[in-house]
Structure formats: structure tokens, C-alpha cells
């Protein structure tokens, strides 16, 4: 595996956004135990385990992938949506 340094700010942005999924999953986790009910607390264990889940994806995907323009954004053009035209 190779690590890219290209277009570095969008990288270290995507993975803040990682680590904030991270964080959120950790607590979601941490707080399914204290849950009053034990369907919401197990509700509460698998979305932080899916938050979990999605923050080691975003991180990996961050770094890993060589070309980031179609998976964080759309690069406004190269996209084949149709342009909305403001003439009648």
C-alpha cells in the first residue's frame, strides 16, 4: 500500500471528518450500555459500530486512494449531470 500526498489539505479534511466519525462511534458505544431500554441500547451499540465502521473507511480512503476528485466531491466540470439553464 502507498500512502499520497496529493491535494493534501482535502486529505487531512477527509480525515478529521474520519476521526470525528470515529468519535462519534466510540461514544455511541460507550453510552449503549447506560441505555434505559435494551432495544435502544442495542440500537445504540450497532450505530457506533457502523460509525466506527465508516470512520476507518473515510481515513483509509483518505490516503490510500491516488485520485480523490470523484469520491469527496464533484469536480464541477467533469461531471456528466445535465447543467439546469435558466431560460424557459
Not at 489539505?9 to 450500555?33: C, D, P
Amino acid at each position: 500500500m502507498r500512502l499520497h500526498t496529493t491535494h493534501l489539505g482535502l486529505r487531512i479534511a477527509a480525515t478529521a471528518t474520519g476521526i470525528g466519525y470515529g468519535g462519534v462511534g466510540l461514544f455511541a458505544l460507550a453510552m449503549s450500555r447506560q441505555a434505559p431500554d435494551p432495544v435502544l441500547g442495542d440500537r445504540a451499540f450497532w450505530m457506533g459500530v457502523t460509525f466506527l465502521f465508516a470512520a476507518v473507511l473515510a481515513i483509509g480512503v483518505s490516503w490510500l486512494v491516488k485520485d480523490l476528485s470523484n469520491i469527496w466531491c464533484i469536480p464541477a466540470k467533469r461531471t456528466k449531470l445535465p447543467r439546469l439553464k435558466n431560460d424557459p
